[in-house]
């Protein structure tokens, strides 16, 4: 049922000296929201209720080897902890991990997970930064990325092949939201011993939770949504079994992307509206896709929660709501228009990134995927009239007449 999460009762709370208590014996039904609050637990030893921010690089042990959990904060930090563990229980996975950004998230799952002469069978509608990682980074060292269109079941499995170790999707994608059958996916992943990644960022745990339909690996740009209020930089991962744990957890503290304790804190603050906000940008998105469909200088609009999106059906079961991205092209295919567009908006602020609370608008073409090569480009449906909208929290007309506005 829409909003329900079974948790383990008690919440979480913390041992003094920061061991965390999963003594949990008794099952209870809470909405999302209640279920977000109560995953973030008070300081024992303050009684505070906000999550503290221990700001610093190295703790005091009492003998060499022996100490309250913590040692060096690149290893481990209480407030990090905090999140990871939050994540982790937000996520239904087993482990959680912060790192310095998304991209940073996706670097230390690669290389726990990969080596030289491995191949990536990730979605063809993906993030640039994703893309420019994947294929111009891994492959000088060995690692080979092939793209396809994972809507298409039939095509993804005749496309795996022995060397094919982890398939990566976004679902909804950015920027044209296809939806991938996670659950599908997973199943036939699975039949070839492939691991599947989920890069949930644009659907957020307060909408879908990819390891509940089979995926391996749930990563987010908690600089978007997690955030929600465009003051952060972050990543978070999570994993559903202790032996990815193990592997992500030794490249994390190996290679030291990690999360600052200042930032960890914002990332948690962020957490606590998070399924309120979301609701209000699903709603807020729903009404300007609605309008843009009936617009008649615009051509095609991409948002699941419309019923003419292809995957609408997709979306509707593995989403509890439909999120607040929206693309659009226009019936003037061209980059002087869309240049016109987006510089002529009032609320919908031009400017990378997105899911924060002010509404922003892109041209991925040239700016979020301006590396993605242009013939790739087109193929995924990113075309020179294409204009992203990160519909934000402001009231619903006011967004609609500016764009109207600037439609004119």
């Not at 879908?208 to 991962?237: C, E, F, M, R, W």
């Not at 439909?322 to 061209?334: C, E, I, W």
Request: charged share 20%; proline share 4%.
């Amino acid at each position: 049922m829409e909003g329900f999460f079974y948790a383990l009762a008690a919440g979480i709370s913390w041992k003094v000296g920061f061991e965390r208590n999963y003594s949990f014996k008794t099952r209870i039904i809470m909405k999302d929201q209640t279920r977000i609050i109560h995953s973030i637990p008070s300081d024992p030893l303050t009684g505070a209720i906000s999550v503290p921010i221990y700001q610093t690089s190295t703790f005091v042990q009492e003998a060499p080897g022996v100490n309250k959990g913590f040692d060096y904060s690149r290893t481990n930090n209480p407030t990090r902890q905090v999140l990871e563990e939050l994540i982790a229980v937000l996520e239904g996975g087993s482990h959680g991990f912060a790192f310095a950004s998304g991209l940073a998230a996706i670097d230390t799952v690669v290389k726990s997970v990969l080596q030289a002469g491995d191949e990536i069978l990730a979605i063809d509608d993906i993030y640039g930064g994703a893309f420019r990682l994947f294929s111009l980074i891994y492959s000088k060292f060995g690692i080979n990325t092939r793209f396809v269109d994972t809507q298409d079941l039939e095509l993804l499995e005749k496309s795996i092949t022995p060397a094919t170790k982890l398939i990566w999707i976004e679902s909804p994608t950015n920027p044209t939201l296809k939806i991938s059958d996670i659950k599908a996916i997973a199943g036939i992943a699975h039949r070839h011993n492939v691991l599947l990644g989920v890069d949930n960022t644009f659907a957020t745990p307060a909408s879908q939770n990819p390891l509940a339909l089979g995926a391996d690996i749930v990563i987010h740009s908690a600089t978007k949504y997690l955030g929600g209020h465009s003051d952060l930089i972050a990543g978070l991962v999570v994993v559903n079994t202790p032996e990815l744990a193990e592997k992500v957890k030794f490249a994390q503290n190996a290679g030291g992307n990690i999360l600052a304790p200042f930032d960890s804190w914002l990332v948690i603050r962020g957490i606590e509206t998070l399924s309120l906000r979301i609701k209000q940008h699903s709603a807020n998105a729903l009404a300007v896709a609605q309008f843009l469909e009936t617009h008649p200088k615009v051509k095609t609009v991409y948002y699941p929660g419309l019923a003419s999106h292809r995957n609408h059906a997709v979306a509707a079961g593995q989403q509890r709501h439909s999120g607040g991205m929206v693309s659009f092209t226009l019936n003037n295919d061209t980059l002087e228009a869309a240049t016109k567009l987006v510089t002529s908006t009032k609320y919908f602020k031009l400017a990378e990134s997105l899911g924060g609370i002010k509404s922003l608008c892109c041209h991925p073409a040239t700016m979020t995927h301006k590396s993605v090569p242009q013939e790739m480009r087109y193929n995924s449906g990113i075309t020179d009239s294409l204009i992203r909208l990160s519909v934000g929290l402001e009231d619903a007309e006011d967004l609609i007449a500016d764009l109207e506005q600037a439609l004119k």
